[in-house]
Nanobody, 124 residues
């Protein structure tokens, strides 16, 4: 079992920045690819960003490319999502997910463990 705990969400004005963190309990964190997803009210959970086991490969949704950055620190069992130039449409609950594979995936059904989510609200 892997427990994931997100933090760093909050209320920010449009154009502002936030950094989300996700701490994992996995003994072998580097065995897991990690992803960030988000879900706005009344909408499906959607892919935001993903990173492979080493941090050498990253992927982003088109809607966040150039504004968001995913990274990981395997020594700290933590994955991060840096969010810049935030827009009101980025408002959602953001979830961290772990996939028992060294390769990341954009498909939420490929992930094995999920955090409880952290709310991000961007005001206009």
């Amino acid at each position: 079992q892997v427990q994931l705990v997100e933090s760093g969400g909050g209320l920010v004005q449009a154009g502002g920045s936030l950094r989300l963190s996700c701490a994992a309990s996995a003994r072998t964190f580097s065995s897991y690819a990690m992803g960030w997803f988000r879900q706005a009210p009344g909408k499906e959970r959607e892919f935001v960003a993903a990173i492979n086991w080493s941090g050498g490969s990253t992927y982003y949704a088109n809607s966040v490319k150039g504004r968001f950055s995913i990274s990981r620190d395997n020594a700290k069992n933590t994955v991060y999502l840096r969010m810049n130039s935030l827009k009101p449409e980025d408002t959602a609950v953001y979830y961290c997910a772990a996939r028992y594979s060294r390769s990341s995936d954009l498909n939420k059904y490929e992930y094995d463990y999920w955090g409880q989510g952290t709310q991000v609200t961007v005001s206009s």
